[in-house]
């Protein structure tokens, strides 16, 4: 079969990518929720550059809320007077108001604000625009002229453009020489990262607060802004005679801040204390230290009171608004503005980076690595990226990608690079299967032949041996004379036929030799053919998504089994069957009935019966499990039933001994031993001689101690401690332990000999999430210990017993008697409900039952028919006891409840109580419904109709109205 290029599959991936690339950033670049998510981004290479320090000839005066208490709110004008003078007086450069002198307050005050603005000169002021054009100034022809700035290349760019302005009040307008916006325009996502340098209003375009500072600090009479494009972006440039000032902006003409950190990282002033150090004269001894040096600075003088003009910013949450003009001043001067690159640029880096991974591909491609390689080095190549981009982009060369429109397309490239690797796989291997099959069918072909050649060469031998017999006869059989003649004649023939018929067997024998060659072969070739559909399918398998597992779901399959084991409690508390779970001090079920109602054995009814069995003997045993969960009960458990029960039990801690004295312990020492052995001692061993002892937390014991247990384990002797002499001890020993031994026995901390030699009969304690059938029975057992000792009366609700069943108890029993100690202890009502439980208990029953109440109604139904077919049982047997005896009158139901309707109800109730009242009662009349048709049969059946109070007794047990038992009865063939 002719097998399709290498370089065709390699030419279309990467054609494929280079396309799918160029649409996907064109998309994703119009997209304002991924522009979102990249500002987000941009947020925190912020952060995780760090606070630096801005330019030094941008000087903050903040207007804070020590200002405003000290000299009054709003704040009065001539305090500006005094600040512009002062400011003027240490020669600063500029001085900027981010402030609103929008409305008059005192006439005086606001002429000599104009005056004094329009004598100083190099003062800057702002205006504003407005979002309503009605509530707007009307614009004038003279003050478009006046503030307005002239654009070089105007069609490189469009600027924001504005629905209306508002000017300074008119009796500023003639005396404020230079004005600057100090409108925003936030983000997708709310934050303000972005100044825009002009806002374009009608025909005229106006400067930003910043830009006017940046105009009047470098004496700019007539300034020009010139745009200028290109493939990396957009360029703002002031130009001057000395001075080409070039700012990187977007295609709106707004900047992107490099925030420095927050606003004190500029070091404010407060405009009350720096107006008061200014007004000092002559300057005390040492006031100059305290002094800025305003000279040939910019002031920029703003508002940062609390709640008024803050945005969200990478640094702060409130950031205030002159802090974003005191950035952007600082990041012109200091040339650190960021370049944000269009979608050209970011498509261009796009493809480099695809053409690296894809380069990378090529070559592990062709080398055939494994998947985890490609996996690493796509993920090691983001990483090493981003990196590149933060360290040697960001932090050097002060431009910021579109990261999130470049990773995304390269991860959606690179799976699709690993995609159609794998469907370039699967085809070859077809293609391969495909030619295997072909030979396979060749091989097939020639072996027919060979079989057709085996057997004409075998008839020809058959034919020839046939012939020399028939040649061999005849001349038998021919006269003397003849002889001689014929047998000249024949004995050539004989001999070329023997030679025939050799040569016929050597080309036999060779045929068969090659169908056994062509044989193998094609076996070879259907094993690769097999192992070739094998890997098909274990890829599809791996890429496939895994079937659904065919169980039911975990948190149903809990709370069917807490509805089953809860229904079998309140059978069991109303029969009054509670002694018989408590056995040798443990608190358990022995049995349970499953869903058909056959009693079956609960695992600790089988560890009671183990127990039974195993205390007649003097094995050694291994009790583990779970902290909490009656390890030492069990072994108390075993002693008391065994014939040592008369001599001691011995129970040693092994983790809650000291390394140094756990021999002594065990063992005991003779005085001198050690350093304080001032007598002799006897040890567990030799106490317990005769008993049982009981090794707690066995897994703790170290490796020297442990040889030294097996040796008493094997030779029934030991050694004291400083002793040479030998102690016969006969000790039954069980040990408990909550450590997987097997692990610590692969990991050489627990020695393999002396765990087989205690595993030899093993009790593996369940936990109690396993068992909760037994949570309502401990509850009750730990709730009348409390009673019968403090001569109390309390109790738990059936809802509170039901949500401890559907807790997980990860201290196991421990916790639970500490629980019902606690709510004995802190509660004063004589019911405790499931409201007073802890919060983690209550969540854990909302969770399994509020979230499952779809199919937990099913299985509270089948609960339900289950109480149903006792019920009607037991009455049932009454009535043939009735009958059969013609007894006039009968117990009609149990006597706890007044019918069955009632019974029902109150059964539902105690089974859940996040079901509503009208389902249950809808159920119960349902369940009602049925059992009348049911009994009706049943009557029928048995013959019993003689009972003179028959309906009486039906009407009473179910809990029907009169009316409906009459109609009910025309429909029989019952009489009275």
Avoid at 480 to 491: G, I, N, S
Wanted: with cysteine.
């Amino acid at each position: 079969m002719k097998q399709e290029p290498v370089t065709k599959p390699i030419i279309i991936l990467l054609l494929a990518g280079i396309g799918f690339a160029i649409g996907l950033c064109f998309l994703l670049q119009q997209v304002p929720l991924f522009n979102g998510i990249n500002d987000l981004i941009l947020d925190y290479f912020i952060y995780f550059n760090g606070e630096r320090l801005p330019n030094e000839s941008v000087k903050v005066i903040q207007v804070d809320d020590s200002t405003v208490t000290h000299l009054g709110r709003p704040l009065p004008r001539r305090f500006y007077n005094q600040m512009m003078r002062r400011l003027a007086k240490h020669q600063v450069q500029t001085q900027a108001f981010d402030l609103y002198f929008f409305n008059p307050a005192n006439p005086v005050e606001d002429a000599l604000i104009a005056f004094l603005t329009d004598s100083i000169r190099h003062v800057v002021h702002s205006f504003c625009f407005e979002n309503y054009p009605n509530l707007a100034d009307s614009l004038d022809v003279n003050l478009a002229e006046k503030y307005a700035i002239e654009i070089q290349n105007y069609d490189n760019f469009s600027p924001i453009k504005a629905p209306g302005v508002t000017f300074p009040h008119p009796i500023f307008r003639s005396h404020f020489p230079n004005l600057g916006a100090i409108t925003y325009k936030d983000d997708v996502d709310g934050r303000l990262r972005r100044i825009p340098l002009v806002i374009q209003y009608e025909d005229y375009c106006y400067p930003t607060l910043s830009l006017a500072t940046l105009q009047d600090y470098f004496r700019l009479e007539q300034p020009a802004l010139r745009i200028e494009k290109n493939f990396w972006g957009r360029t703002a440039i002031l130009d001057a005679p000395n001075l080409n000032l070039r700012i990187p902006i977007n295609s709106n003409g707004q900047v992107l801040l490099n925030f420095y950190g927050v606003l004190d990282v500029f070091r404010p002033y407060s405009f009350s204390q720096l107006l008061k150090l200014l007004t000092i004269e002559p300057y005390p001894i040492g006031i100059n230290s305290l002094l800025p040096d305003f000279k040939n600075k910019i002031a920029l003088i703003g508002n940062t009171e609390s709640n008024t003009d803050r945005h969200p910013a990478p640094f702060s949450a409130q950031f205030p608004g002159v802090g974003f003009h005191a950035t952007l001043l600082s990041n012109i001067l200091n040339n650190e503005c960021l370049r944000e690159w269009p979608w050209q640029a970011n498509l261009l880096i796009t493809l480099i980076v695809v053409l690296l991974f894809y380069l990378a591909f090529f070559y592990c491609w062709l080398r055939r690595c494994a998947a985890w390689r490609f996996w690493l080095i796509f993920f090691s190549g983001i990483i090493i990226f981003n990196l590149a981009a933060f360290f040697i982009l960001f932090k050097v060369f002060k431009i910021w990608l579109a990261l999130w429109q470049i990773n995304v397309t390269v991860s959606i490239i690179f799976i699709g690079m690993i995609i159609y690797e794998k469907a370039i796989y699967i085809k070859k291997l077809n293609q391969k299967i495909c030619e295997l099959e072909e030979q396979i069918f060749t091989r097939l072909a020639n072996l027919d032949q060979i079989d057709k050649m085996i057997h004409s060469r075998t008839e020809q031998y058959k034919t020839i041996h046939y012939f020399a017999s028939e040649l061999r006869s005849v001349l038998r059989q021919s006269e003397v004379e003849q002889q001689d003649h014929l047998e000249k004649l024949f004995l050539g023939i004989l001999d070329n036929q023997e030679i025939i018929k050799e040569q016929l067997l050597k080309e036999i024998d060779q045929l068969k030799i090659e169908k056994e060659h062509v044989q193998l072969e094609k076996e070879k070739l259907e094993f690769q053919k097999n192992l070739y559909e094998r890997w098909i399918d274990s890829d599809k398998e791996i890429h496939s998504p895994p079937a659904a597992p065919a169980i039911e779901p975990e948190p149903t399959r809990i709370a069917h089994e807490v509805l089953l084991a809860f229904q079998h409690f309140l059978n069991q508390s109303r029969k009054g069957l509670m002694d018989r779970t408590v056995y040798q001090g443990m608190v358990a079920l022995a049995t349970i009935p499953n869903e058909t109602g056959i009693l079956q054995k609960t695992p600790m009814g089988e560890i009671f019966d183990q127990i039974k069995l195993v205390s007649m003997y003097d094995s050694t045993v291994l009790i583990t499990g779970e902290p909490g969960t009656g390890k030492e009960l069990v072994a108390k458990a075993i002693h008391e039933l065994s014939g040592r029960r008369r001599k001691p039990l011995v129970t040693i801690n092994c983790a809650a001994i000291p390394e140094n004295l756990l021999e002594s312990e065990l063992f005991g020492h003779v005085r001198g031993a050690f350093t304080h052995a001032l007598s002799d001692r006897i040890g567990a061993f030799e106490r317990a001689d005769g008993g049982t002892i009981f090794l707690d937390e066995i897994g703790e014991l170290k490796l020297d101690l442990q040889a030294k247990l097996l040796r008493i384990l094997q030779e029934k002797e030991l050694q004291k401690v400083g002793s040479d002499k030998t102690i016969q001890v006969n000790v039954r020993v069980i040990a408990a332990t909550n450590k997987d031994l097997d692990l610590a026995v692969q990991k050489n901390i627990f020695r393999s000999d002396l765990y087989f030699r205690l595993n030899v009969v093993n009790f593996n304690l369940p936990p109690l999430r396993s068992r909760r059938f037994d949570v309502p029975f401990l509850i009750q057992f730990f709730m009348k210990e409390f009673n019968d000792k403090y001569h109390q009366k309390k109790t738990f609700a059936s809802e509170a017993i039901l949500a401890g069943m559907c807790y997980d108890w990860p201290g196991n029993i421990r916790m639970l008697q500490h629980l019902v100690e606690k709510m004995g202890v802190l509660t004063s009502a004589d019911i405790i409900q499931c409201s007073m439980l802890p919060n983690e208990i209550q969540a854990a029953y909302q969770k399994l039952f509020q979230n499952n109440i779809a199919p937990l109604w099913q299985d509270i139904e089948s609960l339900a028919r289950i109480e149903c077919k006792r019920l009607m049982s037991e009455f049932k047997a009454k009535l043939q006891i009735a009958s059969a005896s013609s007894a006039p009158e009968i117990d009609p139901f149990h006597p706890d409840s007044a019918d069955c309707y009632e019974y029902l109800c109150n059964f539902l109730q105690d089974l859940t109580t996040l079901i509503p009242n009208d389902s249950k009662e809808e159920l119960a009349r349902k369940l009602i419904v049925e059992m009348q048709d049911e009994l009706f049969q049943w009557c029928r059946q048995e013959k019993i109709d003689k009972l003179s109070n028959l309906y009486k007794m039906i009407e009473k047990f179910l809990g029907r109205s009169r009316r409906q038992i009459d109609n009910w009865r025309t429909q029989t063939s019952l009489s009275e």
